[in-house]
């Protein structure tokens, strides 16, 4: 008589069952959050117009808007797949609805501005970045390239953080380009807050 217990065969495919789901689930649990340290430079990108400093992205570098002159501040990966832009959002906006606004308002110029872009209906959604309430929309280029403006506050002031997919890439890509965005609002908002 042995002192060992074994599962039965029921226990044992039970274990394997839970192990094989808890690694499904883990492998599938969408794109790694990227380390602000990781991913950004220690150089800073001033805004042409406002009092915004961005830090710049690793691989990215930074350039002039000498298409419309409309954005305060253009970050251009350097393989020119992706591009990044500050734009500031002007006009008539509500105190009381302001966000809600500047993003419609944001919509509307976007389409004007950038002929090529379009902005998705029903893609509007709030987000937080560091505890500052923020607005996106996603929109599409005339060949389907996705991009993402978020819209925010920054010192009493509306604008637009728009990341553009330059060259055709894969969802992981655009993904990354989103990410890229938030972490470079959540370190603006931490030296505002700091």
Known sequence: MSLIKYPSSGGVFSILYILFVSLLFNSCSGPS????????????????????????????FRTKDNKHYSADL????????????????????????????????????????????????GSEKNLKLNGVL?????????????GRAVIFNYLGKYYELAGYILKKNNNLEQEKLFEIQDILLNELFTRRTS
Do not use: H
């Not at 797949?81 to 009381?96: F, K, N, R």
């Not at 002929?115 to 998705?120: A, M």
């Not at 923020?134 to 996705?146: I, M, N, P, Q």
């Open 74 to 121: 253009w970050l251009i990966k350097k393989d020119y797949s992706a591009a990044i832009s500050l734009i500031p959002v002007s006009g008539d906006i509500p105190p009381e609805n302001g966000l809600k606004e500047a993003a419609e308002l944001s919509r509307m110029m976007l389409g004007l501005r950038e002929g090529q872009y379009k902005p998705e209906t």
């Open 134 to 146: 923020c607005r996106s929309y996603l929109f599409t280029d005339k060949g389907g390239a996705r």
């Open 33 to 60: 959050e990227i380390s602000p340290e990781k991913l950004l430079t220690s150089e800073k990108a001033a805004a042409e117009n406002s009092n915004i400093k961005l830090a710049i992205p690793k691989g990215w």
